[in-house]
């Protein structure tokens, strides 16, 4: 029941991101000329996918309305989601995870903190909310966390040559 | 190079260790539950750059086989599919594992992968020349109308969710728009932002919907527990009695392997359900099947594995991949500026050459691995996904700054991981996204070059026989869904009138 509800609420999200993107396509279109020696010029392919997106999103609406179902995809790649769950979900895991995936990749693409110790403290943190807060798993996971921080930093400066901090 | 300087150059040292490694690693992602070959795919990408064309192809395509082979090991010794596509081996070989032959189950699945895959690339390597040698022959309105109709079809045959996967398709065509315009010169989309002047980059986008989504869904299942069954090698290695016994089964199921594989958009996993619904059909015991069925086993791995070969046609011949993993492989070799279709055979034969014989190669590589390794392998299902999830945000977000060392490609891989989070709770299918994402592109340039050579008229998407043909199959399939709807619509309300409805039986409908 939960997961329905969970799905119907994502469907309607998804219906307004195709909505929205789809009006700010046909908006940024529409201000382009048209190309004196193309055929097609820039805004064909933009406006007319645009009007197909905001078509099927109106669709999905009118479905969702008169109460019909839209389907599902059949197999995911992202294994787990929306699946019969034997466990608990944890959604402010999951949240947690995303949030410090997005702090580590800021700390990486402002440069602010150099690549070794922003790697280190990410994968301890991040290891330490996937598990139980247990002093011996801790320790684990921070013995990890420095290794592979330092092996990657070797592997991406000298192997791979890119330029990090 | 003909092909057997594709296989020779694949017994060279480096080329064979490439090899090896995309296998096992490829095994390996298949052991571990939650991650699969396409998000093993998207994240090795970037580190592909370094490599030759050839040698980065022969990575992908032995990862893409080791990947679809690995998920067996789970699927017999904890009943969770590793791959979606072991999905049916969960049934009969987790209780023939249980039943204390794990060995056996595994040997039998695992020869079973290693016929239908040699048996899918000698119909690769028949069928996908003549295809390629009749492809060419398209003018560019056939060439779109094609592209039309594998959108429309990878969104209508593959999930039962037909709008969802329109709207995905178009999704992806719009992700690949902004940028320059290659033909007018003009700049189009990029909404006022420097950064997106350039255009957005494929790869950030694939990582960002296929890898961010999937440690996100993995997080919330972080609390889910399993039990797996110790693996032995006692009875891994199967007798050629074996082969004689499970011989027909094998091959009728490799054949279904390689016709769903051919069809767009359907996949390994459908594959092996139809291989083990009609082996189940045909057997003189069906009552063992979902008991530990040896017969089972060995449709559902022969069919699953036997899709690689065939999914490889329609995408080496004519640019349209068959599924997910083969979007991400057909991105690969975009990225890699090699254009999967009839040109790939003329402009680039090293590289159809290099795909057949590592799709061969890399068959009895698995084979060999998953017999003499199968508990070292079997160890990797107890490896924490505390170290596994972050490690894969940490490749993530190397992946998309090595592109062009921008942190505008990071922050665009995690717009479009939330992207594929939502899409992935909508229960959107993935596949018709990246398929918009890469073939738009495409499809705008045909449809252009067309048009300038009917001097701007659509008329030949009507009169020229196969291209007006390509877009009647495009109406029919985009009407079919519908049709279907309404005809289990009035079925089922036909059977409750007569009050024999599944549910009133409490089947499934």
Redesign the interface.
Same mark, same amino acid.
């Given at each position: 029941m939960q997961q329905d509800r969970i799905g119907r609420i994502a469907e309607i999200a998804y219906i307004a991101v195709i909505l929205g993107v789809a009006a700010a396509v046909w908006r940024e279109a529409s201000t382009l000329p048209p190309a004196p020696y193309d055929p097609l010029g820039p805004k064909f392919f933009p406006t007319w996918v645009s009007y197909g997106l905001a078509a099927l999103a109106a669709a999905m609406l009118a479905r969702l309305a008169l109460g019909r179902k839209l389907g599902r995809a059949a197999q995911s790649m992202v294994v787990g989601i929306g699946g019969a769950a034997s466990h608990a979900p944890s959604p402010w895991t999951a949240a947690l995870t995303l949030l410090l995936g997005c702090a580590y990749a800021a700390a990486f693409g402002f440069r602010g903190i150099p690549f070794l110790p922003a790697t280190a403290v990410y994968l301890f943190l991040a290891g330490a909310l996937l598990g139980p807060l247990e002093r011996r798993r801790l320790v684990v996971v921070a013995a990890f966390a420095v290794a592979m921080a330092a092996a990657l930093d070797f592997l991406f400066r000298a192997v791979f040559k890119l330029d990090l901090v | 190079m003909p092909l057997l300087d594709a296989f020779i150059h694949l017994l060279t040292p480096q080329a064979f260790v490439i090899l090896l490694a995309g296998v096992a690693l490829g095994i390996s992602v298949g052991v571990l #539950?939650?991650i699969?070959a396409? $998000?093993l795919m998207a994240l090795t990408l970037p580190?592909t750059y370094?490599m030759t064309s050839v040698n980065a192809v022969t990575l992908l395509v032995a990862m893409f086989v080791g990947g679809v082979s690995g998920g067996l090991i789970t699927a017999t010794l904890m009943r969770i &599919?590793g791959e #979606?596509n072991a999905i049916m081996t969960c049934l009969d070989g987790y209780q023939l594992a249980r039943r204390g032959q794990p060995g056996r189950s595994l040997g039998l699945g695992n020869a079973s992968s290693v016929v239908g895959g040699t048996l899918s690339w000698g119909v690769l390597v028949l069928l996908a020349p003549p295809i390629a040698g009749v492809a060419v022959a398209l003018g560019p309105f056939e060439n779109f109308a094609i592209i039309v109709m594998a959108l429309i079809l990878i969104s209508s045959l593959? =999930? @039962?969710?037909? !709008?969802? @996967?329109?709207?995905a398709g178009?999704?992806g $065509?719009?992700v690949s728009?902004p940028g320059i315009?290659e033909? /007018?010169g003009?700049l189009? !989309?990029s909404?006022g932002f420097i950064a997106l002047e350039g255009g957005l980059n494929s790869l950030p986008v694939i990582l960002g919907v296929?890898a %961010? /989504?999937?440690?996100?869904?993995?997080?919330?299942? +972080? =609390?889910? *527990?399993t039990d797996a069954i110790e693996s032995t090698m006692r009875g891994i290695f199967v007798s050629l009695r074996d082969y004689a016994v499970h011989g027909w089964n094998m091959l009728r199921s490799s054949l279904i392997g390689i016709w769903i594989g051919i069809l767009p958009g359907v996949?390994a996993? +459908?594959a092996s359900i139809v291989a083990y619904t009609t082996a189940k059909n045909l057997s003189r015991d069906p009552d063992r099947f979902g008991h530990g069925s040896e017969e089972a086993i060995v449709a559902a791995e022969s069919a699953n594995n036997a899709t690689t070969g065939g999914t490889l046609i329609p995408l080496l011949t004519l640019g349209i991949p068959g599924g997910?993993t083969d979007s991400i492989l057909l991105g690969a070799l975009v990225i890699h500026n090699l254009q999967p279709g009839p040109l790939l055979f003329k402009n680039n034969p090293e590289i159809v050459n290099t795909i057949f014989a590592t799709h061969l190669v890399a068959h009895f590589a698995m084979f060999a691995m998953m017999t003499l390794g199968i508990t070292v392998f079997a160890r990797l299902m107890r490896l &924490? *996904?505390?170290?596994i999830? &972050?490690?894969v +945000?940490?490749f993530s %977000?190397?992946g998309a700054?090595?592109l062009n060392?921008r942190?505008f490609d +990071?922050?665009v891989? !995690?717009a479009f991981? $939330?992207?594929?989070? !939502?899409?992935?709770?909508?229960? %959107? &299918?993935?596949a018709p996204f990246v398929v918009g994402l890469v073939l738009?592109p495409v499809? =705008?340039a045909e449809? *252009?070059a067309g048009?300038?050579s009917s001097?701007?008229s659509f008329e030949p998407l009507l009169t020229r026989p196969i291209a007006c043909t390509m877009l009647l199959l495009s109406a029919a399939l985009f009407v079919w869904p519908f049709v279907r709807e309404r005809r289990r619509a009035s079925r089922i309300m036909a059977l409750d009138q007569a009050g024999t409805s599944p549910v009133n039986q409490g089947g499934i409908r």
């Open positions: - | #539950p939650g699969t396409g $998000m580190f370094h &599919p #979606p593959s =999930e @039962g969710a037909f !709008l969802k @996967g329109l709207s178009l999704l $065509m719009l728009f315009d033909s /007018s003009m189009r !989309l909404f296929f %961010v /989504s999937q440690v996100v869904a993995d997080a919330l299942n +972080i =609390e889910e *527990r996949g996993t +459908i997910l &924490p *996904r505390a170290f999830l &972050p490690m +945000i940490v %977000v190397l700054f090595a060392n942190a +990071i922050g891989m !995690l991981g $939330m992207l594929g989070v !939502l899409l992935e709770l909508a229960k %959107v &299918p993935l738009a499809a =705008e449809l *252009r048009l300038m001097a701007g």
